[in-house]
């Protein structure tokens, strides 16, 4: 066990490596002929090994993953053209649409860790594997325990965590609004002056009291992604006494409702109180 790994990292890297496999059943792939089942199980045992103390170094966890099990390999005599493959696998576990086209081994990789953390074709599973697997291999929480270990090292070193990376999107939801910057302010910041264009002009609220304003126009318009623009990714909305939503996906669900049927809102600015970067703005409204 390396050194600062957790007892959910190896149920992460077993049951990924016993994933794996299974879409070799569907496919009648071949082990030995088709791919190097050796390989296969050091790049989903060895996986996430950039995030422990020895691989934690100063790019995104899973690159530094890559070196780290490379280095591993290599002092074990393992040649270099099967380490290739393995750093492809462990660099690539969390790049969708490219770790499928740079090999068998790469692609399995890929597509056990997949099901592992976020369920990815586990209905294609053999009935009962899973059970087995977690009986042996208790979950312990393990994708939220991931998370909660790519979050600590990117909060200690932001530049693990490029805005346009898997990491970058984790860290952003853990730091206040606009801290960490996504595609559109990259753009607003990169100088050239362009400005948006077609369906994605939308104005941006630059002060508390445009909230409101575009609020109302975005719903004039009908425009639900107008609207949710609005929230944060974890706000929350109550658009009626006792009912409670939170996140982006259950306020679009909320604004296309409203958009559909026909509700106009008018909003008068009534209060607000500012500290800082933080405003509580109160409005009147009339639906």
Known sequence: MWTGSRPHSFSITASAATFSLAPTLRTR?????????????????????????EGNGDQRFEVDGADTAAAFL?????????IAIAWDAIALHTSDGIAARKGTEVALAQAGIGTDIL???????????????????????????LSDAILTQAKAKPHKASPLTFPGD????????????????????????????GAVARRRAETPQQVGTLFMEYLEAGDVEGLVSLYEPNAHFVPAPGTHLTGTDAIRAAMQQMVDSGSRLKLELRDIRQVDDVALVSNNATL
């Open 29 to 53: 792939v071949c082990a030995g002929s088709d791919y190097d089942d050796e390989l296969l199980f050091l790049s989903c045992v060895l996986h996430d090994i950039g995030l422990t103390e």
């Open 74 to 82: 290599r002092e074990r005599g393992v040649e270099e053209r099967r």
């Open 119 to 145: 369920g990815v074709q586990r209905e294609s599973l053999p009935s009962g594997l899973a059970d087995d697997v977690h009986v042996l291999l208790p979950r312990l929480d393990l994708g939220y325990a």
């Open 170 to 197: 984790l860290l952003r939801r853990h730091l206040p609004h606009g801290a960490h910057p996504g595609w559109y302010d990259l753009l607003a910041a990169a100088g050239w002056g362009d400005k948006p264009v």
